[in-house]
């Protein structure tokens, strides 16, 4: 393997024998590069959490085993990712024969300009190096997708310069072998006709393609990697049987079985809030409410789960929380703001669209969004405070203290109950974990409030349209 660091790129097919390079499947490259990172006890890749102990396994015995795989999940469960992840597990240069269109090797050209070039200049063929980011190839599955995207067919524009048809330089190559010697993606492959997958039957089994019954064979070199969603086997298309038993392996993907790992995708996904002189700052039990969100409404008998909860949910809902608080201290004239229960009313927009509700009433998905809303909040008011520890704050209610919230009240002025209401003190320092700015401490207020209320234990009086709202004693 040519060190980059330390050698000259060769240019010509000696220069390259002579640095010592040696030729491997595209399969057994990944596998070396994969053993080195398993042995280091190095993730296959970045950014991609919550497979640990699940995915990750399945997948490294794949690329061990040299498999083709196709990746089974809903959306949204990180699986485009995943397989365009794979590159990096690619030498990071890799040399073809110069001006080869599917990445001729050296060693064993395939294509017919790539054989006669080696032929007439032996070992003064000049070579080329491509990076391992070219070597990838994607293909978004749709019923219009024919033979001569995925395959190849005859160029018009070169038979009109005089070739004969006859001629492989005729051929215009399509997508697969133009990633020759890398790694070829089909995403929601059920989409694709049943007659283009008979198509791919050679590429998995025989490693060649023909085109338009040319007495020509292409030895492709390709790892291939596809996704489907389980509906898709009955909904929209189908795999052919003969095609998913040429794929060594096939892995179920699945969403963040913990709401921890859950926002710790969020934190990674969403676009920071803060903008100019403004700050936002996210408290972690208001992460939690996004995240407890999403796992209720994939457990919901309202929400078609044959569609899935889409992890892309629970991002779009952190980052409009945290621009409708943006929003809020902008008016507000605040330079920190804190999102509080009161932007909670922000999702319904960003919600809306990536949950498909199962109601045979009109106008009931509003609701229907708002309880799971409700529902998220009861969950980690209960996770983050015992009963024990609001218990005085009910009796300061009871004795007939009532507390104004909204958009339009300031967070210095919620934060001003902390010392009014002492009871309050111990519930919101624990929520808050330090931070003692208005903003933090009006959100705690809220907070412990709308979980009281929720829990039933105050009232709650809301101004229809403003968002504005009363918590009072239930005496």
Partial sequence: MVDRATHPAPTTLRALKEAGWESLPVKEEIRRNAVVRISAGQPLFAGVLGYEHTVMPQLENALLAGHDVIFLGERGQAKTRMIRSLTGLLDEWMPIVAGSEINDDPYHP???????????LGDETPIDWVHRDTRYGEKLATPDTSIADLIGEVDPIKVAEGRYLSDELTLHYG???????????????????????VGLLNVLEERDVQIRGYKIRLPLD?????????????????????????????????????TETEVAIMRQEARPASVGS????????????????????????????????????????????????????????????????????????????????????????????????????????????????????????????????????????????????????????????GDESPAALAAAVEFVLEGLHLSKRLNKDVTSGSGAATYRGRS
């Fill in 110 to 120: 395939a294509s017919k300009h790539a054989r006669d070039l080696v032929a007439e």
């Fill in 175 to 197: 997508l697969v072998p133009r990633t020759n010697r890398g790694i070829f993606a089909i995403n929601e492959i059920p989409d694709l006709a049943e007659r283009i997958q």
């Fill in 222 to 258: 390709v790892l291939l990697v596809a996704s489907a969603n389980p509906e898709d086997y009955t909904n929209r298309g189908r795999i052919i049987t003969p095609l998913k038993d040429r794929f060594g392996s096939q892995i179920r993907t699945h969403y963040p079985l913990e």
């Fill in 278 to 433: 403004v700050t936002v700052n996210m408290p972690h039990y208001m992460e939690q409410v996004v995240a407890t969100f999403s796992h209720l409404a994939r457990g919901s008998n309202q929400v078609n789960q044959r569609s899935g909860v889409s992890v892309r949910l629970s991002v779009s809902n952190l980052e409009v929380l945290g621009a409708n608080a943006l929003r809020r201290g902008l008016r507000a004239g605040e330079q920190v703001v804190v999102p509080r229960v009161c932007d909670l009313g922000s999702l319904a927009a960003s919600s809306s669209g990536k949950i498909e509700i199962e109601s045979m009433e009109d106008g009931r998905e509003g609701l229907i969004l708002e309880n799971l809303v409700k529902a998220a909040v009861l969950t980690v008011f209960k996770e983050e405070l015992s009963f024990e520890q609001v218990r005085d704050v009910l009796a300061a209610f009871e004795g007939g203290a009532i507390v104004h919230t909204g958009d339009d009240v300031p967070s210095a002025d919620l934060a001003r109950l902390v010392a009014e209401v002492p009871a309050l003190q111990a519930p919101v320092a624990r929520l808050c974990g």
